[in-house]
DNA sequence: TACCTGAATATGTAATACTTAATGCAGCTG
DNA sequence: CAGCTGCATTAAGTATTACATATTCAGGTA
C-alpha cells in the first residue's frame, strides 16, 4: 500500500482550484467569442450561475483580469473589456531584489541583444531634433565630473536610442526592465574598473548622422564589449 | 455650477479598490522584508485583521499574486513566496486576437531587433551538435515540396536559434511571441510573394560554422530585408 | 518501533447581506 | 412643455459566517 501512495505523490501539484478554471474559461469565452475592447461582458451573478460557482469565485478571477487591464468594471454598468498593455504583466513581475541572480543576467543579456538589433529602426524612424538631444547628451557627458553624473549621461543615451526606435512596446520594455539593468551595471562595475568599450557614444551619433546602417551593428557591439565579455 | 462640475468631471478615474490597495501592500511586505522564495507570509486571517479589511479582500489581491507564479499555497502550511517565471505576465496577456493591430506590429518589430542582435549570445554559446540540427533544418527545408512545409522549417530554424542562445528567459520570450509572429508573416504573405532577402538559412550557417561574429549582425539583417522593408 | 487515529489548522468554496455608485424613469414644478 | 428632483433599480465592492478539504502533528496502541 504505500508503495500506490508512492506512486500517487508525484501527481497532486496539477491541482487547479475553481477561480483557475473560472478564469481559463473567461478567456476562452471572450477568444471564441471575438469579443473586442469596449464590448461589455456577463454580470458577476450571471457568470457564478452559469458556471455552477460561487460569485466569490468568479470574483478571484475577474480580479486577476482586471490587474492584467483586461477588463475595467463600473458600479452599475457591469464589466467592458478593454486593450491590455501588453507589458503590463511583466511590470507587475520585476522587481530586481525578487529576481534571481541568473535570471538578472538573462534580461541584462536581452538588452545587450536589443541594443545590437536596434539599427534598422533607429534609420528608418529618427529625427533631426531627436539626434541633437543625442548630441546634448554626448556633450553633457563630456563635461562631467562626477561618476554620478556620467553614468545618469549614460543611462539617458541609451533610454533616447530606444525612444528614437519609434516603438511604444519596445520603450516600454526597456523601461520596465530599466532597473535590472542598474542592478547589474552597478554589479559588474565592482568586478573591474568600468572599462569602456573603444566605441564611444559620440562615434555612434556619428554613424546616425552618417546614415551608416551596415556600421550600426558591429559599432554597437564594440561599445558594449565590455558587458559582452562577462557573458 | 456647470463649470464646476466640468472640473471635476477629469479626476474620478483614480478610483482604487480595496483589493488594489491590500495588492500594493503585500508588494511592499515582500520587499521591504526581502522575503526570499520559500520563504513563509503570513496567513490570510492574519493579514486580513492586521490590515482591516474582510477575508475575502485579502484573498483577492493573493489570488492575483498566486497567478503570476509569486506565491503558492497549500491547505495547511500557509503560503509560501515562490520564484516567479518573469515571462509569465506576458504569456497571460498575449493573444493574437485580442491585440491590436499595431501592438503586433510592435511586437513583430521586436522580433527582428533580437534577431539581429542574438549573434554574441550565438556565438558564445552554440555547440556542435545544434549546428548539426541547423544543417539537418535547412536539408529539410530544400527538400520540402509544399509551401507548408517550408514554413515550418523557417519556424524551426529561427527557434533553433533562441535555443541556441543559451538564454532561457530569452528563449521562453520568443516561445510567447511565436502565435503573433505567425499571425504577421501570415498577413505579410498576402501582400508580396514571399519575397526571400539575399542572404539565405544555409548562409547563416555557414556564419555560425566560420565563427565570424562581425559579419552576423549583417547577414541576418539582409536575411530579414523583406521584413524590414515592411516597417 | 511502526502504524493508525483524530485533533488542529489554513486554504478553498458557498451563501447571504449590506454598501455604494451609476443609471433611468417618473413625477413634480415653473 | 422643459427641466429639475428624487426615488427605485441595478451591479460591483465589501463584510460575515459557515463549512469542506487537505495537511500536519501528536498521542495512543499493538
Same mark, same amino acid.
Given at each position: ?60 478571477? /475577474?480580479?486577476?483580469?482586471?490587474? !492584467? #487591464?483586461?477588463?475595467?468594471? @463600473?458600479? *452599475?454598468?457591469?464589466?467592458? &473589456?478593454?486593450?491590455? %498593455? ?25 538588452? /545587450?541583444?536589443?541594443?545590437?538589433? !536596434? #539599427?534598422?529602426?533607429?534609420? @528608418?524612424? *529618427?529625427?533631426?531634433?531627436? &539626434?541633437?538631444?543625442? %548630441? ?96
Amino acid at each position: 500500500m504505500s508503495i500506490e501512495k508512492d506512486l500517487f505523490k508525484l501527481k497532486p501539484i496539477a491541482y487547479t482550484t475553481m477561480a483557475d478554471q473560472v478564469e481559463n474559461h473567461l478567456r476562452e469565452y471572450i477568444i471564441k467569442r471575438s469579443i473586442k475592447p469596449g464590448d461589455p461582458i456577463p454580470k458577476e451573478t450571471e457568470i457564478a450561475q452559469a458556471l455552477g460557482v460561487s460569485r466569490n469565485v468568479v470574483r478571484e478571477a /475577474l480580479s486577476r483580469l482586471r490587474m !492584467l #487591464g483586461m477588463i475595467e468594471s @463600473r458600479k *452599475k454598468r457591469g464589466m467592458i &473589456l478593454t486593450q491590455p %498593455d501588453v507589458m503590463k504583466g511583466l511590470e507587475l513581475i520585476i522587481h530586481p531584489t525578487i529576481l534571481d541572480e541568473s535570471v538578472r543576467k538573462q534580461l541584462f543579456e536581452l538588452r /545587450l541583444v536589443l541594443e545590437v538589433g !536596434l #539599427g534598422d529602426l533607429l534609420f @528608418r524612424r *529618427k529625427t533631426e531634433e531627436q &539626434l541633437k538631444k543625442l %548630441d546634448a547628451i554626448v556633450e553633457r557627458e563630456q563635461k562631467a565630473t562626477t561618476q554620478i553624473e556620467r553614468i545618469r549621461c549614460e543611462v539617458d543615451f541609451h533610454s533616447m536610442l530606444y525612444e528614437m526606435a519609434g516603438n511604444e512596446t519596445l520603450h516600454r520594455f526597456q523601461d520596465i526592465l530599466m532597473p535590472v539593468f542598474e542592478y547589474v551595471v552597478e554589479y559588474e562595475s565592482k568586478l573591474d574598473h568600468t572599462s569602456v568599450g573603444s566605441v564611444t557614444h559620440a562615434d555612434l551619433v556619428k554613424i546616425l548622422y552618417a546614415n551608416n546602417a551596415e556600421a550600426y551593428p558591429n559599432a554597437m557591439r564594440k561599445h558594449l564589449m565590455p558587458h559582452l565579455d562577462h557573458l
